[in-house]
């Protein structure tokens, strides 16, 4: 054993010896954190983002950068995994970033964040929306370009009940941080308006299982009138398509998560009929068409989930260091409190909480195989 | 609950084992012979299922008529899974034959995780929606609202998949070669049989089952995406543990216990812990029968 | 190389050509009704498996010829590189007693020395990686030693984890009260897990610990009240030094300080246990378990020792992740980490602990410097294993067995 110590020995040594420290100076490149899910189950969630940074930091840095500099961005993979996302915080926190973009899962981002913040580097999420992260006031450098859940819920709530007018509720999720939070606040909502409305069935179901007839015959004997759901389209879709075809034609219908195109790819006619709260409709906003056909040419297909979202994060925080004038963290942090900016979401600035202002919800239905707003 | 409830369970406890089947069969067969367990079996499922997807968007742009592009389709797709299978045994785990354990398991891992991100790299992260290519048939009237013909599809094809998988083995010279091949490798070696022809076949059938499964599985659910292999590997493995890994007929039964045991579970109890009560009754099975429900006990010699 | 050799490996390439080909090359645009024909690709994969297999071939033969012994002229070529010569006189200039203390040393001063040279960065992924090195290790008793198939490793990590995670949120404990509960839990659930599974053996054990593993996950994802369910439990203290809160830096360096105590402690006991009563009966059970018994040897009570042992390990680990991340959820904890634990241990040399280190630091630290790669890294990751196993089955660093023997003349007299 004691041999092999050398070789212990040589491998720390090696292995740390391919470390790469590096330094930013004050006329170099202006560095732009990019962290979400780029592997693993979750990448079709973290991809899009990462390719709305690249796009915009490409436009940017043809018209000639931020305050004449370049734009860099240093894009990591955190498996939305809290384990890997503090080890991304403290390497993004090593290069010096001037703000990252991310991350995208709300575990993985809380987790990020007790790093970015006692680091004073400011953090702009697209997808992560669970409520505390902006009013917990744990996170006063946290913005985000989409609404809290709670928000959603409330929404949902007062949909299903004052206009679809229903008396029993089922509601279902995917057991993850977003899904279950979402499905949780839905309930509140309905329990605490909404008195004489029941909830007859709250259940989690379990993301990748094969079928999932048996929840769907629970729905059936439940005497729901509609399903709320809380999670992604795979799981919705699968939802959906398997009450579809066992006769159960209850509304349905869920939050952000399936307020994509995909959804509506993935479900095909089960989806008709499908209501989502959603970000304020982008199509016929002039910069989301852009932003789009900016991703075609660039990566030949449709841009994924939560890319709009991603592309303002990536422009918000690009106009707050122009407009600071400086990277200096306190002026990016007003700047995005104080200034609009124009986007594919409309023209948006930040409250102190850190959310979106002009970034609500809307309640959207799926008319001839297209999300149509309400 | 009323015994319609009852039976949609059991339809679906039936539909969630009979998937797990037709994986679980090109697992079990394959441990059979050469006692590994291929994780990246499910990758083989996942990469039948891409194929055929990729196939039948060409076929539909190119214009053929709706049966041709299923037939052809689901053709392309078996025969290439049924390479890819060949290909992975040769390059990974024909140089571990004689490796430990271990190092088999994490070479079949690695191999899993290669390929996934294969197709992720090649193809895409997103979820990518699957033609129902599964054609569709009046259901008699008294099951009418139970099942549906995708379910009786599936079904019928694992039946069928499960009878000529034993006749192969029970009657074929084919059959009879693999089972010497599991009994006693070096022996099947001394009296002639040519174990490497024996293994890769071994590998093209239960490829081209796992294949037929990603298919038929894909068509029911709707939709597919590069990690779909691993969790319906994890599935069809436990399954065929249960049942008795080594076994054909246990494979069967043990996806038909834990589809059931799922079902029920999710109907009666919880959603939620399907996926633990599984596990229970797995572990409860294996505590009375260590070798699993149909398995023969590994005889130690001493 | 052969002329047929070369043909061989051309039928090769074309055969990875067309298996490549609907994945690589074509893709479908659903919505817009458009293929998209990748020809480049089938170019990459034509030249890459072309010259690659060749070099797979090299490398294969000159492993057969290593392992007949034979001289080949494989070999002869790479002698004449001189590169075999310069490995040999290093390692056995190294392995000399005088200069190995002198590299302990050298060690132990560039361990110490580490965080205040290298940046925060570094010293956050070196953690990490030394809390991986503790589990390699505690997974080392179970699978090196007592050979046993143990796929549910990570349910302990995530019992010593939650049990501070919970203490905190419940009680407002500390990371230093924290630590020995999580430890004993881990080890009491490690006795829970070793009791089922006494008469399993092989793959039989591997799917129940495997279950066992997703049946801890499941339970902590949906006892919300408790756990915090799929939301976790957040804030949770880092290690406190005589109750004084520190920076991030202060408090990372801290840390890394605890985990590389806990590594020489763990690096200590598993020494000592290899060499004990207990650690001798648990090898001979792995090895021949009916010739164990016969020898006398309790296999209920090794068996469990050796659960209980090397989820104490786990444990301890758990616990010290959870004052690292300050934020635990359920999805840490999935049967992929106790994959990538099974990967350190048995990538570095199953049953030795330089192995379980080196196997535990290189697959942790490797996928961070292979970062350069973003996109191909799980990719060339899966590649990597599957390369290791092939040339390298028994892992980096394989187990010596202490063999005695007896020294010629020469030898004593040297």
Known sequence: ?374 | MDTDYFLKLFFSGLTRGSIYALLALGYTMVYGIIKLINFAHGEIYMIGAFIALIMSGVFTIWGLPAPAILVLASLVALVYSSAYGYTVEKLAYKPLRRAPRLSVLIGAIGMSLFLQNYVLLAQTSNFLPFPQMLPEFPIPAALAGTVTSAQMIIFITTTVVMVILTVLIKFTRMGKSMRATSQDRTMATLVGINVNRVISWTFLIGSFTAALGGILISSFIGQINFYIGFVAGIKAFVAAVLGGIGSIPGAVLGSLVLGMAESYAAGYISSVYEDVFAFLILVLILIFKPSGLLGKPEVQKV | MKRNEILKMAGIALWFVFLTFPIMVIKVRVTDQVIVWRWHNMFYIGFGTFFGGLLWRFALLRRKATRKGAASKVLGYVEKTGLPVLFRTVRTKITERRNRRFLYVALMVFVIVYPLVFSLYQTNIMTSALIYVVLALGLNIVIGLGGMLHLGYIAFYAVGAYTYGILYRSFGIGFWVALPIGAVLATLVGVLLALPVLRLRGDYLAIVTLGFAEIVRIVLNNSGSVTGGPQGIGGIPRPGFFGIEMRLAAATTYTYYIIVAAVLLTIFVVWRFENSRLGRALVAMGEDDIAAEAMGIDLTKTKVIAFALGSLWAGIGGVIFASRTTFINPGSFTIWQSVIVLSCVVLGGMGSIPGAIVGALGLILLPEYLRAFSDYRMLMFGAILVIMMVFRPGGLIQKKRKAYTFPTEEEALS
Do not use: W
Not at chain 1, 39 to 60: C, F, H, I, M, R
Not at chain 1, 260 to 281: H, L, N, Q, R, W
């Open chain 1, 1 to 374: 054993m004691r041999n092999k110590i050398v070789v212990v020995f040589l491998a720390f040594a090696l292995v740390a010896s391919l470390v790469g420290a590096s330094g930013q100076s004050e006329s170099g490149p202006i560095k732009i954190g990019v962290a979400g899910a780029h592997s693993g189950d979750l990448a079709s969630y973290g991809l899009p983002t990462a390719n709305a940074a690249q796009l915009v930091a490409e436009k940017v840095n043809a018209e000639g950068g931020i305050l004449g500099r370049q734009i860099q961005l240093v894009v990591e993979d955190d498996q939305c995994d809290p384990g890997i996302a503090t080890n991304i915080a403290a390497k993004m926190v090593g290069e010096k970033v001037v703000a990252v973009i991310g991350h995208i899962c709300s575990g993985a981002t809380r987790s990020a964040l007790s790093i970015y913040t006692g680091e004073n580097i400011v953090a702009i999420s697209p997808s992560a929306t669970t409520p505390e992260l902006t009013q917990s006031g744990e996170f006063p450098l946290f913005f985000r370009t989409i609404a809290p859940d709670d928000a959603q819920g409330q929404i949902q709530a007062k949909f299903v009940v004052e206009t679809l007018g229903v008396k029993r509720v089922a509601i279902l999720h995917d057991n993850g941080d977003y899904g279950q939070g979402l499905a949780e606040f839905a309930q509140a909502a309905i329990e605490a308006g909404y008195p004489d409305v029941k909830v007859v069935l709250m259940e989690g179901v379990t993301v990748g299982a094969v079928d999932y007839s048996a929840i769907v015959n629970r729905v059936g004997s439940s005497g729901a009138e509609v399903v709320i759901f809380g999670g992604y389209h795979p799981e919705a879709s699968k939802l959906v398509g398997q009450m579809r075809t066992q006769g159960i034609n209850i509304p349905f219908i869920s939050g952000d998560g399936i307020k994509d195109e995909s959804f509506i790819d993935v479900a095909g006619k089960a989806s008709e009929g499908v209501y989502a709260t959603g970000p304020m409709d982008t199509t016929g906003n002039p910069i989301a068409e852009e932003a789009r056909k900016a991703h075609l040419a660039k990566y030949g297909e449709e841009p994924g989930p939560f890319f709009m979202n991603g592309y303002t994060a990536a422009l918000a925080i690009v106009n707050a260091i122009e407009a600071a004038g400086s990277t200096d963290t306190d002026a990016i942090v007003k700047a995005l409190r104080s200034k609009y900016v124009e986007t594919p979401m409309g023209s948006i600035r930040f409250d102190d909480a850190g959310d979106a202002i002009g970034v609500g919800f809307a309640i959207y239905q799926v008319q001839n195989g297209v999300y149509v707003e309400l």
